[in-house]
């Protein structure tokens, strides 16, 4: 398994710094965070990504992914306006550019929601819709798009198979997120033995009381039992260090970051053969 950690912990430095900082904290990868200040995929031109490209690869780093942050910004696959779930499809569709720019293998998105009222059965079909019009360029690409498991749509594990078998392509994998899994009330191993080779990447933060991201093994994660888990299922792709994201970044990124990747390499040590 290798350690990522998403550009959210450091949300109020600039993207080279983040990645910079995530890099000398000792990380494999970095997990770029889709929206401003730091990944909109239209801010980038192509000489950009280039010397983006050559700034990851010079630290000896990868991206790990190019995650959309739909979500956060309102674009929504099941939107009931046209015009949200085309836009949220562009956006989609950029990022997956944007991965492939920079040789990653992986865009990940949460691919709908429901507003209160809204039918369940007509958000599925638009999510469906949705990510059969991202998957060509997926293929083409050769990117795998990875769905999140979170909100009231994709709302278990079991419907985020589903929606992947219903979508049917070769450039699909699911996401296990442990803050997520938690909410929904997913327990963490048996997620992981249900998901097996669908399991793409592992997003993992801990939890405090009341729900707020608290240190590593600080909080209600049961991290030993997700690693022996992902150990005994052979997974060997991210464990993605995941942040809230607040405008005003973490009181000390620095200091999470390092504390998260400690934590987790203890862990790692311990299962991994
Ligand atoms: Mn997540």
């Known amino acids: 398994m290798k350690l990522s950690s998403f550009t959210t912990v450091y949300c109020n430095y600039p993207l080279e710094e983040a990645i910079k900082r995530i890099a000398k904290a000792g990380y494999d990868g ?11 995929p239209q801010d980038f031109s192509a000489a950009e990504r280039k010397n983006l490209l050559r700034l990851v690869r010079s630290f000896d780093i990868e991206v790990s992914a190019v995650t959309d942050f739909s979500a956060a910004i309102g674009l929504n696959f099941s939107s009931t306006k046209g015009k949200i779930r085309t836009e949220a499809i562009r956006y989609a569709k950029d990022c997956i550019e944007l991965a492939s720019d920079l040789e990653s293998k992986f865009m990940m998105l949460i691919p709908g929601w429901l507003v209160l009222g809204e039918s369940y059965e007509q958000a599925w079909k638009w999510a469906v819709k ?25 709302n278990s594990v ?32 048996e ?18 009381p009341q729900e707020l991201p608290t240190p590593f093994g600080k909080g209600i994660i ?9 150990t005994e299922i052979g ?24 504390q998260s990747k400690d934590y987790l390499n203890t862990l790692l040590k311990k299962y991994e053969r």
């Open 158 to 189: 079991d419907s985020a198979i589903r929606m992947m078998k219903e979508v049917s392509s070769q450039n699909l994998g699911i996401c296990l997120d442990t803050r997520l899994a938690h909410a929904l009330n997913q327990p963490l191993a």
């Open 235 to 258: 997974y060997n792709g991210y464990l993605s260090v995941e942040s809230p994201r607040s405008i005003l970044g973490l009181p000390d990124p620095d200091e999470y970051a390092r």
């Open 30 to 40: 970095v997990d770029l965070m889709a929206v401003r200040p730091h990944a909109w």
């Open 191 to 208: 997620s992981v033995k249900k998901l097996g080779k669908d399991l793409a990447i592992v997003h993992v933060w801990d939890i405090g």
């Open 130 to 154: 949705g990510l059969k019009e991202c998957v060509p360029l997926a293929e083409e690409k050769d990117i795998t798009i990875v769905i999140e498991p979170a909100f009231n749509l994709l």
């Open 222 to 230: 049961k991290f030993n039992e997700l690693i022996k888990a992902l």
